[in-house]
């Protein structure tokens, strides 16, 4: 099962996605935040679900602990494309590739760091 560890992952990240825009969305709905706070705080939130699944699939792997967080984030920042794209009429633009490079950022940190951390135990 050599693709076991990127599905839990994979799945991990879509735990902590929903969690969290649910928890934003609650927010943003009873105006407990404004729609500005929320775009952040969705940001936000969506690297740290990156970072989580990135720093699982890091304790999961045995070494290039950041071409293991590249994968992931990799999967995830093309669903997020297909999905803005497709779905949502969304064009490729500065701040939509910042946002990605982000992600990708977050989930080769959390791999990396995960990675560093399974030596430690």
Do not use: H, P
């Not at 990135?54 to 992931?72: A, D, N, P, R, S």
């Amino acid at each position: 099962m050599k693709y076991k560890k990127y599905g839990e992952a994979f799945l991990l990240v879509l735990i902590f996605l929903g969690f969290f825009s649910m928890a934003s969305t609650l927010l943003g709905y009873f105006n407990i935040t404004s729609l500005k706070v929320t775009e952040y705080l969705i940001l936000f939130l969506t690297m740290i679900s990156l970072f989580i699944g990135g720093f699982f699939l890091g304790k999961k792997c045995e070494q290039k602990g950041w071409l293991e967080g590249m994968k992931i984030g990799s999967i995830m920042i093309f669903l997020f494309f297909l999905i803005g794209y497709l779905g949502l009429d969304q064009g490729l633009n500065i701040r939509v590739c910042i946002y990605y490079l982000l992600l990708l950022i977050s989930s080769v940190l959390g791999s990396m760091i995960g990675i560093n951390k399974k030596e430690e135990d």
